[in-house]
């Protein structure tokens, strides 16, 4: 494996608030500001990723073509961050990616365990209106409404960060996390090891 720089939350692009304004819609926050680079960007949607509580999700009015240009982002979610002011400055996280992918990768490693998946019974549930599910015995998110248990209803997992599905018949090796997300064994050698989250820049 060649030799790589390990990436951490300074180097996403990082948004420096200019201005903040309330806009005709209602709950609708106006803010107008400038990337420090463009890397990792795909699209208009991307979030302020904040250490301390949500991230806020919005989407830019287009994907700017210079790192110098002026940048407009729209969001609902400005209620959640009270520090939001002219001269505040957060790493912008692209919408392919969730706050949870960073922050997962930024916790300490050893909060991952090997394990080898295998088919069990899973329990499903709906939370903010997606469907997900859960080894039986773990607790429900707060605010899930439960939809039962199903034998062997998880007969494979994705990796959070790449197309790799764990399965008992393919690859089974993989690397799980107290919250139960799933890495494969090269995600986790490439990023939660040494706490890397060049997969948001470079990916
Ligand atoms: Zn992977």
Known sequence: MPAHHTMKLQDLPQFTVEEVHGTSNDGETLVVGRLSHLRGMRGTRGYFYRLGGPSIVGDLDAVPSAETERVRFLTTEAEYA???????????????????????????????????????????????????WQPVDAPLPRGATDLGVH?????????????????????????????????????????????????????
Not at 85 to 112: A, T
Not at 159 to 168: D, G, M, Q, Y
Not at 182 to 201: G, M, N, P, V
């Open 82 to 132: 009270p520090e939001l002011k002219p001269g505040i400055v957060y790493p912008w996280l692209d919408g392919n990616w969730q706050p949870g992918h960073i922050s997962m990768i930024l916790s300490p490693h050893e909060r991952w365990e090997r394990r080898t998946f295998s088919t069990s019974p899973a329990r499903y549930f709906l939370v903010d209106g997606i469907m997900r």
């Open 151 to 203: 034998a062997g209803g998880w007969e494979h997992q994705r990796c959070e960060l790449c197309p790799e599905e764990l399965s008992a018949e393919s690859t089974a090796e993989g690397f799980v996390d107290a919250d139960n997300r799933w890495l494969c064994t090269h995600c986790f050698e490439r990023y939660a090891k040494s706490q890397d989250i060049s997969f948001a820049i470079d990916g």
